[in-house]
């Protein structure tokens, strides 16, 4: 019998199984004692579901659930249950998972009439049907032209539109019995191994509600998200009058056309209009004194900050800017990450709170201050020399993490301040069936603005990535409904405008290192869009904060 190595990174083994062997296989010969099961396993530091064939040796680790990695696959595979229910019950039916609000995924089903609340039971009986029937889910590799005309004679062109562009000989796709669908990375390996999930009618459509990933065996809390809704719908209806919606449409367009520029005008300027009517809602108040910007790592919170003042100036309003970084704490004073780790400087504790208010209150009230000034390199908190009274035409600009923490002004009455929520809300989708998250959209501008502007490689910046959002979860977006007003900074053909610049630095991160099965699916990802070309791009665009050449000074 031949044999192949397996170094099991779990319980640190190394052992010798059957040539061909699938990863499932594998973990229960090797039974490496994980608290919850695998979903997947990284081979040699790529994502691999537990149906993969090893045919050499491998270094393997086990993943579960709780992991970025294993959470997508599984959520990857209810996808492909609700798609297979929807199409049992509703054959002419057409589903559509369009984005994540209220910890779940809102989907749109297209049925001719309205949902009822019976659709979405019949929805979730099925479902737990197919669960049930502890069907396998088997993955298939074919010709692409034959995988492309199966998708076509289902009616599915969004997935016909994106096959067709990628310019394959083979594709892969998946089955539950004799149901296809498509996804861009592995799902799990049987029906009932889905073992917790919900779904609930929301607004127009369903919301599918997935486990927490901190605690698996409870479903993530459903909280009202009716602002980020919105702005979700919004931007589909921009891209619906631009019947662009999918990253399949987006090749189309970018390849029967002999220029972008027009799309890429009119999404500038629906956003530009969008910023002008936040400001008119500002200047409407009348009392406002303070604007507060805020959103999470790579959201474009300068950029829109710098357009968002440039409106304002348009109402008669006269915008003053102040950092938040310069109210930081003296280095030994900031609170440390959980366990007594690294100093925490996503914390609202590592400002110096009484003092921004103190400094706020006084300005509202015409009185002169004088500004800190951070001192990064010793970590001490200095006085700046700089002072500002406020005149009484001039608003407060601010922009920070922390900007719609109602601990942050708590001194300053509400009626004088306005919160703005901006982030990269991404709403275009691969295809109907695969949405894109919208933490990789700020993530691939991390890396590109790292690796261009702080010197660090896509691997540091993938390094840190996992911190970075544990800080976000705990003080932004607990606080994002708080917004008076939110922008999202996504652009429709933004992903296809970074690919290049992106591509070039995740290329970089070496196999051998924990970072690479990010690397590698971004890269993966990425190879789905075709590019346009950077110059298109003009100078005053959100974008250019992470390309480079941008009109506004940072």
């Known amino acids: 019998m031949k044999t192949v190595e397996i170094r099991c990174k779990n319980n640190k083994k190394n052992s010798k199984h059957e040539i061909g062997s699938t990863l499932s296989d594998i973990f229960f010969e090797i039974n490496p004692k994980m608290t919850l099961p695998p979903v997947a396993a990284k081979v040699n530091n790529e994502i691999m579901g537990l ?6 040796n491998k270094t393997v680790e086990f993943i579960d659930i709780t992991s ?35 910890n779940g995924y809102f989907c749109q089903l297209l049925i001719g009439r309205s949902i009822t609340e019976d659709d979405v039971k019949a929805i979730r009986r099925q479902m737990d049907d197919i669960i049930a029937s502890s069907t396998p889910i088997v993955r298939h590799q074919r010709p692409a ?77 459903c909280i009202r998200q009716d602002k980020m809704y919105e702005v979700f719908k919004q931007f589909h209806s921009w891209q ?23 799309m890429i005008c009119l999404f500038e300027t629906l956003q530009d209009k969008h910023l002008s009517r936040i400001a008119d809602q500002i200047a409407g108040r009348g009392k406002v004194r303070v ?9 474009g919170k300068t950029t829109t900050c710098k357009r968002l003042s440039i409106q304002m100036l348009t109402n008669g309003m006269k915008p003053v800017g102040i950092s938040l970084d310069d109210y930081f704490v003296d280095r030994e004073k900031t609170p440390r990450q959980e366990g007594g ?29 004088e500004l ?53 809300l991404t709403s275009i989708m691969l295809d109907d069936h695969n949405y894109i998250p919208t933490t990789d959209n700020r993530l691939l501008r991390r890396i590109i603005r790292d690796y261009k502007y702080r010197g660090n490689t896509a691997q540091m910046t993938l390094s840190r990535w996992p911190s970075v959002r544990a800080g976000e979860d705990k003080w932004i977006f607990p606080y994002q409904e708080n917004a008076d007003a939110m922008f999202n900074t996504a652009m429709l053909f933004e992903l296809a405008v970074i690919k290049n610049q992106a591509m070039q630095a995740l290329e970089e991160v070496p196999q051998n290192c924990p970072e690479y099965s990010e690397a590698k699916r971004l890269i993966d990802f990425l190879r789905y869009i075709k590019p346009i070309p950077e110059a298109n791009i003009p100078p005053f665009s959100l974008l250019r904060e992470f390309l480079g050449g941008s009109s506004f000074t940072y």
């Open 341 to 369: 780790g690294d100093y925490d400087y996503e914390s609202l504790y590592a400002l110096n709170l009484p003092l921004f208010n103190q400094q706020l209150t006084a300005l509202i009230n015409g009185e002169e201050v």
């Open 372 to 424: 800190p000034r951070y001192n990064f390199i010793e970590g001490k908190s200095e006085m700046s020399g700089k002072k500002l009274r406020l005149n009484p035409d001039q608003v407060l600009v601010i922009e920070g993490i922390h900007a719609l923490n109602p601990e942050l002004t708590s001194s300053i009455p509400n009626d004088q301040i306005f919160r703005v929520y901006a982030s990269a």
């Open 51 to 56: 149906g993969y064939r090893v045919f050499g």
């Open 145 to 221: 032209e034959e995988v492309i005309e199966m998708f076509r004679e289902k009616g599915d062109n969004s997935k016909v539109l994106l096959l067709e562009s990628l310019g394959r000989i083979y594709l892969n796709y998946q089955t539950i019995d004799s149901y296809s669908d498509y996804f861009y990375g592995p799902t799990l390996t049987n029906t009932q191994e889905i073992t917790l999930y919900g779904l609930d009618a929301y607004y127009d459509g369903l919301l599918l509600r997935v486990p927490s990933r901190k605690n698996p065996e409870v479903l993530g809390e």
């Open 68 to 102: 970025q990695e294993g959470y997508r696959v599984y959520t990857r595979t209810l996808f492909f249950i609700l798609s297979k229910a929807v199409n049992d019950l509703f054959p002419e039916g057409h589903l559509k998972i369009e984005f994540p609000v209220s």
């Open 240 to 262: 619906d009058m631009m019947e662009i919606s999918t990253i399949g449409a987006l090749n189309d367009f970018i390849t029967k056309e002999t220029s972008t520029t027009e």
């Open 291 to 299: 604007v507060l910007i805020a959103g999470p790592s790579s959201s």
